[in-house]
Each structure stands twice: as structure tokens, then as C-alpha cells.
């Protein structure tokens, strides 16, 4: 369970990082949902069942739907050729 | 000074924890898409809220929910951590959904994220 | 020779030092917002900004000494700022209470009593509901107003009302028009998937909210759920359907309400407590639905609350209404 | 008689009972509600601070059935029920000298919910004024944030927006250090309430153990803190946030915002980690010296501003400045001095942004300082308020910022070491001080008296429109500095007196 457990943590600072040095924003926000859902295993490891449900709905849920809708707004979607939307 | 052995055997979440939240803080500081800023909000906080967590487990004890009616303290997890986490991670949503509506107004207004731009557009124009 | 130097470039270190010369920022590339075609004529700054290039002589920092320094400066003590605290932190941790152990600080009397006797004093079967929604209520009462305080914001940023005539709200509104002609896009493995999945998810919200005090959830991770099933329902069907059950008057009488409820409920029992009165309240039997006193209230309220305004912020961010 | 326990809980939760309501009704109701809640609020501080009076000690409230370890408390002595009384007025005259503006700055339909920051701002004060408990603390700190920024923004013009922004970033960086201070500090000791926290501290200091993250959180939470109020390096988002926004907003954000979390600090500094223990980590020294170099920073910038309200905005970061040189002068004087400082700030910067608002109104809405030539003749009241607040700032005798001057200096005289600087940094800020708030009283009285009766047209209407609020306002306030620079001996007896109950 430890191993299994570092390994996640290590997952977890690989996602920040890639968070930072991402240049697409569309990915950047997979990764962040990505990021909060190994976070939410983590929290069942250690005992937290109702973190555990709450990230889940929340951080990789509702979250990241904004985020989703503010890129939307801003005309951030795509890279070179941003007509995939329609 | 540093004991990198005590770091990464009985503080492993402790230092994880400690550099998510310095990789947040610096996109929070650094980085210049409003966006990033954002998502470096929170990092941070879910990094505060990894430490807290950790601080409230204790190795080989339950879930804080009542099973068969034990009601000795030594069986379980500490329940106060996870409900600072709780009333913390309702905090984070609400202030990353008030960033992110300003952003959609600053884009409408502006066409850009980068409050840098903007300032320097504002100084250009006192100055003229 | 020259492919040494663009592995040079391409390298970390080279890419640090462009970034620290300011001949080339990696964070730039972070920005692949496009900037849109047309541009309004009623903003002059944006005007200029579409058309940015700093190249006047003042504002260039490549020109301007004075500005190149202080840019400088501000850099290396942000990125100083940054490095010393990580550093400070990690540095501090290992004087910490270990991991795990039993007998750390926080393992004391306070989470002994709230586990030892929570299930006299709260009724809540769950220790970490019973302690939110009980024991440290205020704290949990001032989350629930961050939220609505959060909403307000987001409302007065976003909404808007028939009364305006500012030109830019006008263009903002038929933007969202735009946004809304796609709407339903009528996609069929998405209803297909949807029509399953929403009873789905609004029955496992419902089920979190009233077993709060039973098992792990509550109002707020409940309500979240849910209002991720309205906003699966709406992006399924789009707005015509959810227009029926769903708009600003109902949001307004929900979350009115429930943070009436809340509030009285709370300065009932925070009055009593205080004044050392009999709670009128009675707590149940451990582990039956109806039980816990106010928590079961509580956790409706919140619930409702939370679920309506996660609605309210994705429609608020699609098109300026509910 | 013991039924008056009561009111500082009756307080926080009217506050925020009228926020919710106000979110339901039009936009005159709510001004209503809200002006009747902060008179009600004003009412009830007085009656707690008579009650404190009478029984001379801090009163222990539960909030819930619970006591001290396990339940949420709030704690309120002399200085707690004194302050929320003064900040509540502030608050009630801050509304009424701008809320004619708050009519035209704010989109239609969206009047109430203005309102409905006002009153979470007021309930996030007083409960940031009357709590014992650390988590407490940061929930009301963010609502605190998260209320001015919507002030911020509520014009929502781009400066308005941009200025949101910056502000809400600064912040959020202040909230992230003080939560991860906070949960150190309950990590070390397990307790979150104020006072067994402060016991297993004493522990700690004794054992030894635990020392070095000790050293940590006292740094955090004082950075923390420092960048939410404004410090020097920290003060890049005040000059837009306090220029841009709608008068009432600017005078409550620059007066009431930042000395929140001010208190906050003071607060924690006494009763959870302890001012000795504090003392030797050397924080304060961090502090102090932050504290002078804003004073002189604050106030350079504040000569080089054009924009009259963006010079008044300059003039905060260097009386932020004053406020941390005081605490940052480690003794119980310098600590009574920065109180003190604080009071006369509040009650001077909202007279400045208010009666400014009444000069702007007759100068056909320019607010560069030269636009501003002659106003005072044609606005007589505000002149005369924004020449009481300029001569308060610089420290012109009888009035508040004298006093409080006199206090800083005579409480530096205590401190060998830091006694040169602090009396040098006391020259140079005042001096210069002088030199931009006097330019701009002179500027507004320059002209002859006779150009007001030959003025045009839109100059005689906006006089008659220039509301009766307004004046009240202004005088008010000035009436208030005027106590406070008169009454002195009594308010900083009562300072002393609520400081010693704090620990």
C-alpha cells in the first residue's frame, strides 16, 4: 500500500509540474483533472472517504467544468486552427 | 541540516505537500495567464488540504464513521482534519468561480490575459 | 557549431537564460488564446493591444534601461521569494510530528471527546459530519455564506437584466446568443448516455445528502454531485428542457430558504448553547435516518444550496442568466 | 443586564441575516435594511462596550453547547466591543456620504446586491473583531476578501476589473501563506482555538520541541497577513483598487479592509502565540523595517500621482506603513500607538475619499488635482472636510494624526536601537506628507471666493444635487477626528486597557 501510495504522490507532482509547463490550456486543464482525481484516491488511502467523494464531484467535477466553459468563452479551444468548437 | 532520510520515510505527504504548494504559490506569483493562476490557486490550497489530511491519519486505525458500536477513541482517524479540508475545499471553488467570471469580463474587454500588457497600455496612455 | 547552439537554446538552461534576458519568455507560449477577428470599436485599449507590438521606444523593455532593471528586479526577487520559501518549508518539515503516529499533538482530547462522545452529544453516526454541523457550526455556517457571497459576485459580474442599455452588454448578449444556437446539439450517444446516467446521479446525490450523518458525504459533496447531473442534463438537452423546472425565481426561493432555515436553525442553537438552555431538539436514535437533530436539516439546506449554485455558476458562465 | 452577552453574537448574525434578505429585494430596500442593520449593529457594540465597562474583563461566549476545546467561541473585552462600535460607524457613514454614487456607478438591477457585500462585509469584520478561533478567522478573512472584491469591481469598467483582479491575486497569496500557517500551528499543537493553542505554544517554548516550525508559523502568518493589508512590496494592487472604485467602496476598503486583518494579526500576536515569544523570533524587526520603508516609499509615489484620489490611495501604503512600524517596535507603547494610528486612519482616510467625492461632484467630474482648482469655494463643506483630513494626515495640532504622531514618538524613545530610524522616517514621511496634502488644499483654494457666485449652469445644479448625506458625512467625520484628537487620554486609556485583556 505505501509503494502504491508514493507512486500516486509522485504522480501528483509530475501532474503540477506538467500543469506549469504545459502550453496548450486545453490540456493544461485535463491534467488539473487529472491531478484532483489522484488526489481523491490518495484521500481514500488515508482514511478520508468524505474528502474523498467531495474532490471528486468538486475538484475534477464542477471545477473543471468552469474551467472548460471559461476557455470556451475566451475562444481558447484548439491550437493553430480553433474552428473544432462548432 | 537536512535529513533527506527522515524527509522521505516518516514525512513523506508532509514534503510532497509542502512542494505542491511551493509549485502552486510560484504559478500563482509567475506566471502571467490569468488562467494558470488559477489552476496555481488551486494547487496550492489542495496541497494544504494533502497536509492536513495526512496530519489526521494514524497508521492501522478506522474511518471516523461508528462500526459496531466502538466508541473507543483508539480505533479511529482523527475527524478534525477532514473537516477543516471540507470547509477549506468549499472556499477554494468559490473563489476559483469568481476568478475564472472575471476573467471572461477581462478577455470581453481586453482580448488578452496578460494583466502585464494591459498596465502597460494604461501607463502609455497617461503618459500621452 | 551551430547545433550545439540550438541544442543550447532548446536546452533548460538556455531557455532560463533567454527568459532571464527577456529576449524570450517561456510563459508566452503559454498564452494560445486567439485573439478574435473583429474587434469593437468602443474599446480603444483593446484596439491598441490586438495591434501590440512594443516597440515604442519608452515602453519596449528592451529599450527602456530604467524599465529593463526594474522588470529585472522584480523577477529575481519574485523567483527568490519563491525558491526560499519551498526551501524554508521542506527545511522545516522534518522537525514535524511524524507521520501517522499516535501520539502527535493533534491525536489530544479534543478529537477523543468528539469521537468518545459525539454519539451522545450530536447523534450523528459520522464523527467528521457530527463535528462539522455541531461542534465547530460557525465555521461551517461562514463557508455556506462564502458560497453565497461568491454567487453574488459571480452574479453581479455576469448577469444581466433587461433595464440595460450599455453597448457592451448588448454585444456580450448577443455573443451568448451565438453560444446558444448550437443548443441542443442533439447528440445522440450523449442523451443516450445521459438519460442513464442523470437518474444515476441526482438518486446518489439525494442518497448523500440524507445519509450525511450515516455514512462518508454530506450537503456539500451531495449538492455537488447533483448539480453535476443538472449540468450534464443541460448540456445534453440544452436549455428549452431545463427552462421548465429550472430559473432565476427558483433559484432565488431554494437558496433564499435554505440560508433562512440555516441561519435561524443555527442562532437557535448557538443561543441556547450559549445561555445554557434546554435544546428542544431531540436527537434520535443513533444510526436511524431521523435522527441527529439539526444536522439532517442542515445537510438538506446545504445540499439544496450547493446544488443550485453550481447550476447557477455554469449558466451564469454560458450566457449571463439561468 | 446579562442578556447584553448576547449582542456581539446578535450582531455578526443580524449582519449576515440582512445580507441574505437584502439578495431578495430591490435596490432602495436593501439600503434601507443595510443602514438600519449598521445603526442596530452600532447600537448593540455600544451597549457591549458599556457592558465590558462595567465588568472590566473579556467575556468567554460559546457558540454552540460546547466550551473552549471542543466548540467555537467568541471572546470580546473593552478594545473588541470599542472597535466593532468604530468601525460600525465608519461603516454607516461611509454608506451615507456615497450612496448617491452608488446609484449611478452600478448597473441597473444590480443596486441590492451591492448591499449585500456591504452587510458581509459587516459581519466578516465583527467576526473577525469578536472571534477566539483560528479557523474561524480564515473563513471570515475570505469572505472579507471575496466581499471587496466585488467592490472592486461592482463598477465593472476595465480599470475596475483589472484592479479586482490584481487585488483578489495579492490576496489569495496572503490567504494561502496564513492557511498553511494555521495548519502548522494545529499540526504542532492540535488546538485551533485561540487559547489552548496559546497554552501548548508556552508548552512548546519551554520543551523546546517543535521550536523551529514554531519560528515558521509566526513568519508565514505575519507575511501572510502584511500582504493582505498592503505592506510596501506588497502594495502594487491599493492605488487602482482604492482609485477605480465607487466612493463608498473606496472609503471602506482603504478605512475599514485592511485594518481588519490588521486586528487579526494584533490578535493572534497577543493571545495565541504570545507578544514575548513573538518578540524574540524577530518577525518584528521584518516588520519595522517594512513598515519605514513605506512610509517613505508610500509617500514618494504620492507626491509623483496626478490623480487626486490616486494620491489619497498612496497615502494609505504609508500610513500601513506607520501602523506596522508600530507594532514593529515590539513594546506595549508602540502597540497602543499603532491601535491608535489605526483608529485616526480609519476615521481620516474616510473623510479624505468622502469629501473628495463632493469636491469631484462641482468640478465637472475631473479628478486630476488641478481640475480640482477652486472646488472648494463652490462645495464649501467638503473643502473644509478634505483640509481637516489633510491637516489630520500631516499632523496638525488638535486634530487625530497629531496625536497619533506623538505617540509614535514617544513610544520609539523606549527602544534605544530602533529610536533614530523611527524618528528619522517620522520627519521625512511627515514632510512630505505635508508637501502633497497641502499643494492639494491650496490648489482647491486657489482662485478668488467671487468665481463661485459667476459659475456656469451645471456647477449650480450639481451643488443643489450634491446630497444632504454627503454633508452629513463629511462633518460627521471630521467631528470624529476632532474626538479623537481632543478626547486622546480616554481612548488610549481604554487602547491600553482592551490590549491588556487581549492576551
Known amino acids: 500500500m505505501k509503494i502504491f501510495e508514493t507512486f500516486l504522490l509522485i504522480g501528483l507532482i509530475i501532474c503540477a509540474l506538467s500543469v506549469t509547463f504545459t502550453?496548450?490550456?486545453?490540456?493544461?486543464?485535463?491534467?488539473?483533472?487529472?491531478?484532483?482525481?489522484?488526489?481523491?484516491?490518495?484521500?481514500?488511502?488515508?482514511?478520508?472517504?468524505?474528502?474523498?467523494?467531495?474532490?471528486?464531484?468538486?475538484?475534477?467535477g464542477v471545477t473543471s467544468i468552469l474551467f472548460f466553459v471559461t476557455l470556451k468563452k475566451i475562444d481558447g479551444f484548439g491550437g493553430d486552427s480553433d474552428n473544432e468548437q462548432d | 541540516m537536512l535529513d533527506i532520510e527522515v524527509l522521505f520515510t516518516s514525512h513523506l505527504e508532509e514534503t510532497v505537500a509542502m512542494i505542491l504548494f511551493g509549485i502552486g504559490f510560484s504559478l500563482l506569483l509567475l506566471n502571467r495567464n490569468l488562467i494558470k493562476k488559477i489552476m496555481g490557486l488551486n494547487i496550492m490550497d489542495t496541497a494544504v488540504y494533502l497536509f492536513l489530511t495526512a496530519k489526521g491519519y494514524i497508521y492501522g486505525r478506522m474511518v471516523p464513521i461508528l462500526t459496531d458500536g466502538i466508541t473507543d477513541p483508539n480505533a479511529y482517524t482523527n475527524p478534525i482534519p477532514d473537516g477543516l479540508v471540507l470547509t477549506g475545499i468549499v472556499v477554494s471553488v468559490s473563489v476559483s468561480a469568481l476568478l475564472l467570471s472575471l476573467t471572461i469580463r477581462l478577455y470581453d474587454r481586453y482580448h488578452t490575459l496578460d494583466l502585464d500588457k494591459i498596465i502597460m497600455e494604461w501607463r502609455k496612455e497617461e503618459d500621452a | 557549431m551551430s547545433r550545439i547552439r540550438d541544442n543550447y537554446k532548446t536546452s533548460p538552461a538556455g531557455r532560463f537564460e533567454a527568459w532571464y534576458k527577456d529576449g524570450y519568455d517561456p510563459m508566452d507560449d503559454c498564452m494560445d488564446i486567439h485573439k478574435p477577428a473583429e474587434v469593437s470599436e468602443e474599446n480603444d485599449v483593446a484596439d491598441v493591444i490586438a495591434g501590440l507590438d512594443l516597440g515604442d521606444t519608452v515602453y519596449d523593455r528592451t529599450t527602456n534601461k530604467a524599465l529593463r532593471i526594474s522588470g529585472h528586479i522584480y523577477k529575481i526577487l519574485s523567483v527568490v521569494l519563491c525558491v526560499v520559501m519551498i526551501g524554508a518549508l521542506i527545511w522545516m518539515v522534518q522537525y514535524l510530528p511524524p507521520f501517522g503516529q499516535p501520539d502527535n499533538p493533534v491525536n489530544n482530547e479534543v478529537s477523543e471527546r468528539y469521537i468518545g462522545s459525539g454519539i451522545q452529544e450530536t447523534g450523528a453516526v459520522n464523527f467528521v459530519t457530527g463535528m462539522i454541523l455541531d461542534y465547530r457550526a460557525f465555521d461551517t455556517f461562514g463557508e455556506s455564506c462564502v458560497l453565497f457571497i461568491a454567487t453574488i459576485c459571480v452574479q453581479i459580474l455576469l448577469r444581466y437584466d433587461e433595464a440595460e442599455k450599455d453597448p457592451a452588454n448588448v454585444r456580450r448578449r448577443q455573443k451568448a446568443a451565438t453560444d446558444r444556437i448550437y443548443e441542443p446539439k442533439n447528440d445522440i450517444i450523449l442523451q443516450k448516455v445521459s438519460v442513464i446516467l442523470v437518474p444515476l446521479l441526482f438518486i446518489f446525490g439525494i442518497y448523500i445528502i440524507l445519509n450525511g450523518h450515516l455514512s462518508p458525504g454530506g450537503g456539500f459533496s451531495g449538492g455537488a454531485v447533483i448539480g453535476a447531473g443538472l449540468i450534464l442534463y443541460l448540456c445534453s438537452f440544452g436549455y428549452a428542457k431545463t427552462e421548465r423546472f429550472f430559473t432565476v425565481r427558483t433559484f432565488r426561493i431554494i437558496s433564499l430558504a435554505a440560508l433562512i432555515t440555516y441561519c435561524l436553525a443555527k442562532s437557535y442553537s448557538f443561543y441556547t448553547g450559549a445561555n445554557h438552555l434546554e435544546s428542544h431538539i431531540p436527537l434520535g436514535t443513533p444510526g436511524a435516518i431521523l435522527s441527529s437533530g439539526l444536522i439532517l436539516v442542515l445537510n438538506i439546506c446545504v445540499g439544496s444550496v450547493v446544488a443550485c449554485t453550481m447550476y447557477a455558476f455554469y449558466t451564469l458562465f454560458r450566457k449571463g442568466d439561468f | 443586564m446579562d442578556f447584553l452577552r448576547n449582542l456581539p453574537f446578535f450582531s455578526i448574525m443580524l449582519a449576515m441575516f440582512t445580507g441574505i434578505i437584502s439578495s431578495a429585494v430591490n435596490g432602495r430596500t436593501a439600503r434601507r435594511l443595510t443602514l438600519t442593520m449598521v445603526t442596530a449593529v452600532l447600537v448593540m457594540s455600544a451597549l457591549t462596550l458599556s457592558y465590558t465597562e462595567q465588568i472590566g474583563e473579556s467575556v468567554t461566549y460559546l457558540m454552540g453547547h460546547f466550551p473552549a476545546p471542543w466548540g467555537n467561541e467568541i471572546r470580546f473585552g473593552t478594545l473588541e466591543a470599542f472597535l466593532a462600535l468604530y468601525f460600525s460607524i465608519i461603516m454607516l457613514l461611509s454608506v451615507l456620504g456615497g450612496w448617491s454614487h452608488v446609484i449611478t456607478d452600478i448597473e441597473a438591477g444590480k443596486e441590492n446586491l451591492f448591499y449585500v457585500l456591504i452587510d458581509m462585509m459587516m459581519s466578516s469584520?465583527?467576526?473577525?473583531?469578536?472571534?477566539?478561533?483560528?479557523?474561524?478567522?480564515?473563513?471570515?478573512?475570505?469572505?472579507?476578501?471575496?466581499?471587496?472584491?466585488?467592490?472592486?469591481?461592482?463598477?465593472?469598467?476595465?480599470?475596475?476589473?483589472?484592479?479586482?483582479?490584481?487585488?483578489?491575486?495579492?490576496?489569495?497569496?496572503?490567504?494561502?501563506?496564513?492557511?498553511?500557517?494555521?495548519?502548522?500551528?494545529?499540526?504542532?499543537?492540535?488546538?485551533?482555538?485561540?487559547?489552548?493553542?496559546?497554552?501548548?505554544?508556552?508548552?512548546?517554548?519551554?520543551?523546546?520541541?517543535?521550536?523551529?516550525?514554531?519560528?515558521?508559523?509566526?513568519?508565514?502568518?505575519?507575511?501572510?497577513?502584511a500582504i493582505?493589508?498592503?505592506?510596501?512590496?506588497?502594495?502594487?494592487?491599493?492605488?487602482?483598487?482604492?482609485?477605480?472604485?465607487?466612493?463608498?467602496?473606496?472609503?471602506?476598503?482603504?478605512?475599514?479592509?485592511?485594518?481588519?486583518?490588521?486586528?487579526?494579526?494584533?490578535?493572534?500576536?497577543?493571545?495565541?502565540?504570545?507578544?514575548?515569544?513573538?518578540?524574540?523570533?524577530?518577525?518584528?524587526?521584518?516588520?519595522?523595517?517594512?513598515?519605514?520603508?513605506?512610509?517613505?516609499?508610500?509617500?514618494?509615489?504620492?507626491?509623483?500621482?496626478?490623480?487626486?484620489?490616486?494620491?489619497?490611495?498612496?497615502?494609505?501604503?504609508?500610513?500601513?506603513?506607520?501602523?506596522?512600524?508600530?507594532?514593529?517596535?515590539?513594546?506595549?507603547?508602540?502597540?497602543?500607538?499603532?491601535?491608535?494610528?489605526?483608529?485616526?486612519?480609519?476615521?481620516?482616510?474616510?473623510?479624505?475619499?468622502?469629501?473628495a467625492v463632493g469636491l469631484y461632484e462641482v468640478s465637472d467630474g475631473r479628478t486630476d488635482y488641478l481640475g480640482l482648482r477652486n472646488a472648494a469655494y463652490r462645495n464649501r463643506v467638503a473643502g473644509i472636510a478634505f483640509s481637516v483630513g489633510a491637516l489630520s494626515m500631516v499632523g496638525f495640532p488638535m486634530l487625530s494624526g497629531f496625536i497619533s504622531k506623538y505617540l509614535f514618538a514617544t513610544a520609539a524613545l523606549e527602544k534605544p536601537h530602533k529610536m533614530l530610524i523611527t524618528l528619522v522616517a517620522l520627519i521625512i514621511s511627515t514632510v512630505l506628507n505635508a508637501i502633497y496634502f497641502l499643494r492639494q488644499v491650496v490648489t482647491i483654494y486657489s482662485g478668488r471666493p467671487g468665481e463661485a457666485a459667476s459659475t456656469s449652469h451645471f456647477i449650480k445644479e450639481a451643488i443643489a444635487e450634491s446630497t444632504f448625506s454627503n454633508r452629513f458625512a463629511s462633518i460627521a467625520l471630521i467631528l470624529l477626528n476632532l474626538f479623537l484628537g481632543l478626547f486622546s487620554e480616554a481612548v488610549i486609556d481604554l487602547i491600553s486597557r482592551g490590549l491588556n485583556l487581549f492576551a
Not at chain 4, 140 to 165: D, P, S, Y
Not at chain 4, 250 to 272: D, E, H, N, P, Q
Request: hydrophobic residues 55%; proline residues 2%; glycine residues 8%.
Open chain 4, 228 to 355: 493582505k493589508s498592503g505592506l510596501y512590496p506588497f502594495h502594487s494592487w491599493i492605488p487602482e483598487t482604492y482609485g477605480y472604485a465607487t466612493p463608498t467602496a473606496s472609503a471602506i476598503l482603504s478605512s475599514l479592509v485592511s485594518k481588519g486583518y490588521i486586528i487579526l494579526l494584533i490578535k493572534i500576536f497577543y493571545r495565541v502565540i504570545g507578544f514575548n515569544i513573538v518578540i524574540s523570533s524577530h518577525v518584528l524587526n521584518a516588520l519595522f523595517a517594512f513598515g519605514v520603508i513605506a512610509m517613505i516609499m508610500g509617500s514618494l509615489h504620492a507626491i509623483m500621482q496626478t490623480d487626486c484620489r490616486k494620491m489619497i490611495a498612496f497615502s494609505s501604503v504609508a500610513q500601513i506603513g506607520y501602523i506596522y512600524m508600530g507594532i514593529g517596535l515590539g513594546t506595549k507603547a508602540g502597540m497602543v500607538a499603532a491601535v491608535f494610528h489605526l483608529l485616526t486612519h480609519a476615521a481620516t482616510k474616510s473623510l479624505l475619499f468622502i469629501s
Open chain 4, 125 to 225: 469584520l465583527l467576526a473577525m473583531i469578536y472571534t477566539n478561533d483560528l479557523f474561524t478567522g480564515y473563513v471570515f478573512v475570505e469572505i472579507n476578501t471575496i466581499a471587496a472584491c466585488g467592490m472592486i469591481m461592482i463598477r465593472q469598467n476595465g480599470h475596475g476589473i483589472v484592479a479586482a483582479i490584481r487585488y483578489m491575486v495579492m490576496s489569495l497569496i496572503g490567504s494561502g501563506l496564513f492557511l498553511i500557517g494555521i495548519s502548522l500551528l494545529y499540526d504542532v499543537t492540535g488546538h485551533l482555538l485561540m487559547v489552548p493553542a496559546h497554552n501548548a505554544i508556552e508548552q512548546i517554548v519551554t520543551d523546546g520541541i517543535y521550536y523551529t516550525p514554531l519560528l515558521v508559523i509566526i513568519v508565514l502568518i505575519s507575511v501572510g497577513m
Open chain 1, 23 to 60: 502550453k496548450r490550456m486545453l490540456t493544461a486543464i485535463v491534467i488539473y483533472m487529472s491531478y484532483s482525481l489522484i488526489m481523491c484516491v490518495i484521500w481514500v488511502i488515508l482514511q478520508s472517504p468524505d474528502l474523498a467523494i467531495t474532490e471528486a464531484a468538486v475538484g475534477a
